[in-house]
């Protein structure tokens, strides 16, 4: 996740309900930062994946979402 904040408020992404579950529109740096997010996640190891370090928040409160976006975590759980 190097984003540097500049980069966060350029990219654009929204999340919000879609038929049966959710959906989530971005544009390209968007996907690809939350890409990054879910490879992070999925390096962890099994004893990080146990600590605050295994999620990640996608939320328009933290300044990154675009406005009425629904927020959303990203959890890794090994044992699933």
Not at 13 to 42: N, T, V
Not at 48 to 73: F, Q, R, V
Request: with cysteine; charged share 25%; proline share 5%.
């Amino acid at each position: 996740m190097s984003h540097s904040k500049e980069e966060l408020f350029v990219m654009k992404y929204k999340i919000y309900p879609h038929k049966d579950g959710f959906e989530i529109a971005a544009d390209r740096e968007a996907l690809l930062w939350i890409s990054e997010i879910c490879q992070g996640l999925a390096n962890l190891t099994d004893e990080e994946a146990k600590t605050g370090a295994n999620h990640y928040h996608l939320d328009e409160y933290l300044g990154h979402a675009e406005p009425g976006s629904t927020p959303l975590i990203i959890l890794y759980k090994p044992d699933l």
